[in-house]
């Protein structure tokens, strides 16, 4: 899988695609990322990438003209190439839009500064418009990481070879069960009996039974779209019948006395 990315910003990206999982990836070739500096497509001797809005108006607008030539420059080795906007105009992004962009084998991030790009640019040349959420950054750089990042992981051999099966939609409805390593004494909270037991089948009960229980408590929303089996259902309605249910979470009950 290809990335390149477009910004006014390279060495935002240093760090980020250097660590860790990202870097092993990079280093074992299963993705390539490109960082493409959109000043460099500037045509003028002063290398302007920036102009005031026409109109008038508050702060600056990018240029179409550089942004144009380096998306040209890149589609001319690959016209397959889909380009991606952030923007929080664009459509909000979650795990089924990562899987469907994990299947293409080259993206290209433009990521804006200022107020935007000039909107011919994006009628012309931008494929898709996504956002990461309903807030505003100083720019689409970190947008972009956020998508590459959640891309990546589900690029075969990224994470571990075996983690790929439970990557499918069923483990993505619902939130995680909690999870617990060593001491078994923490500051005198211990860790649940059951998963010191040995016993495969209790243990995976009491994961889901958890992970319906966090999901009902936190974001209930999420159980609309997730596939329930019947006893999924039969232990949700024992959930939500009991009145200690929402006690028993340390955080949402933080969140809920504000
Ligand atoms: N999810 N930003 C884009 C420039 C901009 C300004 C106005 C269009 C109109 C963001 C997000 C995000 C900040 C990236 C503003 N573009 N991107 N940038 N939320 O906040 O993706």
Redo the contacts with the bound molecule.
Sequence with gaps: MRFDILTLFPKMFSSPFEESILGRAIEKGLIQIRIINIRDFALDKHQVVDDTPYGGGQGMVMKGEPIARSIEWIKSEDPSARVIY?????RPFDQEQAQALASRAHLIFL???????DERVRDLFVDEE???????????EL?AMVVIDAISRLLPGVLGSDRSAIEDSFFNSLLEYPQYTRPYDFRGSLVPEVLLSGNHLAISQWRQREALKRTWVRRPDLLAKAPLSEEDRRILKEIQGDKSTKDCDCLARRNNEG
């Design positions: 952030l923007t929080p105009q664009g990521c804006g500064r200022y107020e935007g790009i996504i956002s990461i959420g309903d807030y505003v950054l100083t720019g689409g947008a």
